[in-house]
Nanobody, 124 residues
């Protein structure tokens, strides 16, 4: 059973960059596809990006394509989200998630495990 802990959130100005990290423990990390989701106040949780078990495939939401990059290190049991050119609309709690059921999941129900979330706030 995987435990996920996110870090790296904070308050930045529009146009700045942040790097989120998710550390996994308690399971065979390389067996999980990993993803990032976010939830803004008053809105539903939305998919941001996913990466396959090997890291060879990625899927991005249209809203973050070209600005966000996901990567993983199976030796360190970590998955990172590099966020560039941040916009106020990127403000949300960002969640790391792990899936043992699908190769490149983009829906929340396809994930088994979730972190507690980290706040990202982008000021205009």
């Amino acid at each position: 059973q995987a435990q996920l802990v996110e870090s790296g959130g904070g308050l930045v100005q529009a146009g700045a960059s942040l790097r989120l990290s998710c550390a996994a423990s308690g399971g065979a990390f390389s067996r999980y596809a990993m993803g990032w989701f976010r939830q803004a106040p008053g809105k539903d949780r939305e998919f941001v990006v996913a990466i396959s078990r090997s890291g060879g495939a990625r899927s991005y939401a249209d809203s973050v394509k070209g600005r966000f990059t996901i990567s993983r290190d199976n030796a360190k049991n970590t998955v990172d989200l590099q966020m560039n050119s941040l916009k106020p609309e990127d403000t949300a709690v960002y969640y790391c998630a792990a899936s043992s059921t699908k190769a490149l999941p983009t829906q929340g129900f396809e994930y088994n495990y979730w972190g507690q979330g980290t706040q990202v706030t982008v000021s205009s």
